[in-house]
């Protein structure tokens, strides 16, 4: 890898990268993240490799990040010059040779792709390229063009710019798509004051979870007094239910460094750390690989770039903690210590890490820096939402057709984000509430479906932005089983330094139970919001401050689904196990004999052709009954 | 995945990669987490000795955080995601079906020493929930009935 010092050189990787991103010979690429994997793209991957050997095909092969639409991986993207992108979704090793051959003769007419791409969006150049001159080719009829998808229609790519499209492990790609350009423009065009100057005019704000102005948060760290300062990256990405910045990192690695880098100048800091989740082996091979790579490109290390700007950065893996997502536990845990949060009145941006001033980010906030750089702050803060500009990256889960990571332009309402790119609610179910903010987040219910995804709109509705896990919930969800689910999370991962937050949460999770198991009294639901208040007002960090938002947010909007399970005793979307039957409809019953077959306990009995029956007694309600029935047989109430 | 042998000069080489600076000490317990599958009492008290620490420093930070087991662990850890997506996807079915599977319950180890069955918060594979991770196999899309084929795999 060859140094890169003027912008010649940056020039001449770029068009390296540009000759491997939109070659002139066949190019395969296959969505390797961790859910292509699981999906089974290694699979692919590897029939991909051993057909095209067979053949001696002249085709390259390549691994990418995720396009975010989980629900169609494993994803095959097929360039060929002066051809679209042709998408693939959900391919199996079998298909693997069909596909082969369609690319060899040039046709598309045995494997229908699912998508077509006629251009790459440049975004942070604001260059578009086109894959192919003249007309649309014939043969794309009734093929979808990307933008027609409802998946992508309403998205704004702009933190996951390049994840499914670059090699996160070459940085030449990263270039070819206007990387580093900015850490270039920065360091030989801009002082620190501009740079923050920018950032500040872009109104980006946190996108880890309280939605902090970034401009702000880096003018306190650089104002703060001190030779040492530090720049930290937060991908510890702890909301259970979320995975956006686990895919930036494993798809896109260089845009958060070069994000860290602009900041650590802009800031004064020479040393920066990436503290990732425990759980992202991935993400941490490839951020390592990114750093190397920039490090023999000489965009980290000592005189970046010429400048006499040093700077470099250390990737620590957490293990295992919920509350050092929290910024001051993870300083802590960066120490070496347990990771146990302090009080925020010392700022961590004049004593943070070893008690020097810190500026910690988010994964996605650092991703946006460069394109901010790029295309200057008034453009950035002209997408969006006035007081939340730009994008969010969400994940998009739970029980919704399209599943996968969004980014959407912020202001724009739930509906489109549910019904529009997220297809609905599977199985002609009705959707029932939103759950957005992670654990400190709340239920946004059915009724509120028009509300505009803004910090301030969802704070204002009892819930928060949070990081960006958008669980999407049925009438077959419970309420309180979702609450009680939240503050037992909360209660094994509390700290235990301040007594509101173990005790109280501890006392709460103890009256969700009972009221879940049929034990629940009058009195409950206001008890409940009495300790809220308490917990709220008693806890040190963040942590306790908000645990008790997912129970007041659904005794907000569902109180009676509270009454029901503690006057009726009944759980009316048929979750609580303690308040629930499993009953054979007679009607829809045909006597097939599968589910006395797959029944753990005998419960479920019946001669074949004949109309079966669980035994209440026996019945342990585990669910596998249901699970088999091809008749719909199995009533749960 | 097989469980290592603990010998003195596995923990001695472990410490050796880093500097005996009190900040390395949860990276080393994460090599030794990974090297031996959980925390042997010797690798936490030679840790201790080597960054001059007492040993309830090092117990105190190897108990905070979920990842380090001090219990030896078998030869295949079978996580359960407990994570949001997975739960409104009925993943504690799951949960509740490989105990019975197994035989044991979440956070102990079959007799034979092949499982170890625990729960994890989020995979981050939420997408293709409910999921369960077998040593680094992600098994996504899970349901119930799938699950006595798949543990025979591992039991081979
Ligand atoms: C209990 C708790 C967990 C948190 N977890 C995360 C997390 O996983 N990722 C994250 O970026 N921020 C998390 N935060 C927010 C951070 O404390 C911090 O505000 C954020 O990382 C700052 O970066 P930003 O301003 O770019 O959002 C958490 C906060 C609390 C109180
Ligand atoms: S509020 Fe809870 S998690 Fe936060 S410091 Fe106090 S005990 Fe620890
Ligand atoms: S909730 Fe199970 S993988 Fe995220």
Redesign the interface.
């Given at each position: 890898m060859s140094k890169i010092v003027k912008m010649e050189d940056l020039n001449k990787a770029k068009k390296r990268g540009l000759d491997a991103l939109m070659p002139r010979k066949t190019k395969i690429m296959v969505g390797m993240a961790t859910s292509g994997i699981a999906s089974g793209a290694g699979e692919v991957y590897r029939a991909l490799d051993s057909e095209i050997k067979k053949r001696k095909a002249d085709i390259i092969l390549k691994k990418t990040g995720s396009m975010g639409m989980d629900c169609i991986e494993p994803l095959v993207d097929v360039i060929t010059p002066n051809m679209p992108r042709m998408a693939y979704g959900r391919v199996t090793a079998k298909q693997v040779p069909a596909i082969i051959d369609q690319i060899l003769n040039g046709s598309i007419d045995k494997e229908k792709p699912t998508y077509y791409m006629g251009e790459e969006d440049f975004i942070v150049t604001g260059e578009k390229i086109k894959y192919y001159k003249g007309k649309k080719p014939a043969s794309l009829k009734g093929i979808n063009a990307i933008g027609d998808v409802p998946f992508y229609k309403k998205q704004v790519k702009l933190a996951t710019r390049n994840c499914g499209l670059i090699d996160p492990e070459n940085i030449d790609e990263y270039i070819a798509k206007g990387g580093y350009f900015s850490l270039y423009k920065a360091l030989t065009t801009m002082t620190p004051d501009e740079i923050i100057e920018d950032v500040v005019k872009s109104g980006l704000r946190g996108r880890g979870g309280g939605g902090f102005p970034a401009g702000t948060k880096w003018r306190s760290c650089r104002d703060a007094e001190g030779d040492i300062k530090y720049v930290i990256c937060n991908g510890d990405e702890g909301d259970p239910g979320a995975y956006m910045d686990r895919s930036l990192m494993e798809g896109d690695p260089h845009s958060v460094i070069e994000g860290m880098i602009i900041g650590a100048y802009a800031i004064g800091a020479h040393e920066g750390y990436i503290y990732v989740r425990n759980e992202y082996p991935l993400a941490v091979a490839n951020l390592t690989k990114a750093i190397e790579q920039a490090r023999a490109c000489g965009l980290l290390g000592k005189n970046i770039l010429k400048s006499g700007f040093d700077f470099d950065i250390r990737i620590s893996q957490g293990a295992g903690a919920f509350v050092c997502g929290e910024s001051t536990a993870l300083m802590a845990s960066l120490e070496g210590k347990a990771g146990e949060p302090r009080a925020k009145y010392v700022h961590t941006v004049e004593h943070g890490l070893w008690n020097r001033p810190s500026n910690l980010n988010n994964v996605e906030t650092w991703a946006n820096v460069p394109l901010i750089i790029a295309r200057g702050g008034n453009w950035f803060s002209a997408i969006g939402d006035k007081a939340s500009t730009g994008t969010k990256v969400f994940s998009l889960v739970g029980k919704v057709n399209n599943i996968g990571l969004v980014e959407v332009p912020m202001g724009i309402p739930l509906r489109d984000i549910i019904y529009d790119i997220g297809g609905g609610i599977p199985d002609g179910k009705e959707f029932k509430a939103i759950q957005t903010g992670g654990p400190s987040g709340g239920c946004i219910p059915a009724k509120l479906v028009e509300l505009p995804v803004t910090f301030d709109d969802l704070k204002k509705a009892g819930s928060m932005m949070g990081s960006g896990g958008m669980i999407v919930m049925d009438e077959k969800t419970c309420m309180v089983d979702i609450a009680r689910y939240f503050i037992e999370f909360l209660e094994s991962e509390s700290c235990g330094k301040c007594v509101p937050c173990r005790e109280g949460v501890h006392r709460m999770k103890q009256i969700l139970e009972d009221i879940c198991e049929g034990r629940g009294q009058e009195g409950d639901i206001e008890l409940l919001e009495d300790m809220a208040g308490a917990i709220i007002d008693g806890s040190l960090c963040a942590l306790g401050g908000s645990a008790p938002n997912p129970v007041l947010s659904t005794i907000k909007y569902f109180r009676e689904e509270y009454e029901a399970h503690i006057r009726d005793k009944k759980c009316p979307a048929a979750v609580c196990k303690a308040l629930i039957e499993y009953r054979i409809d007679p009607d829809k019953c045909t006597g097939c004999g599968l589910c006395p077959r797959v029944c753990p306990t005998g419960a479920a009995k019946g001669k074949i052709k004949k109309i079966h029956t669980i035994d209440q007694k026996k019945c342990i309600k585990c669910g596998a009954c249901v699970e088999s029935c091809k008749y719909d047989a199995i009533i749960v109430e | 995945m097989n469980t290592q042998k603990i010998t003195k000069n596995k923990i001695k080489g472990i410490i050796g990669r880093h500097e005996a600076?009190?900040?390395?000490?949860?990276?080393i317990?994460?090599d030794m987490q990974n090297e031996f599958r959980y925390l042997p009492k010797e690798a936490l008290v030679a840790v201790g000795k080597h960054l001059d620490m007492p040993l309830a420093r090092v117990y105190?930070?190897a108990t905070?955080?979920?990842?380090?087991s001090l219990k030896p662990r078998g030869r295949y850890l079978v996580e359960v995601c407990?994570?949001?997506?997975?739960?409104?996807?009925?993943g504690f079915?799951l949960l509740?079906?490989l105990e019975?599977e197994l035989k044991i319950e979440c956070g102990q180890t079959t007799k034979d020493g092949t499982f170890t069955l625990e729960q994890?918060?989020?995979?981050?594979?939420?997408?293709?929930?409910p999921?369960v991770r077998i040593d680094?196999d992600?098994h996504?899309y899970l349901?119930?009935?799938k699950i006595p084929r798949i543990l025979k795999k591992y039991r081979k």
């Open positions: - | 600076e009190k900040t390395s000490l949860i990276a317990l994460q105190e930070v905070f955080y979920n990842a380090f407990a994570g949001t997506a997975c739960h409104v996807k009925g079915n509740a079906k019975r994890v918060r989020c995979l981050g594979c939420c997408s293709l929930a999921v680094n992600i996504a349901t119930q009935d």
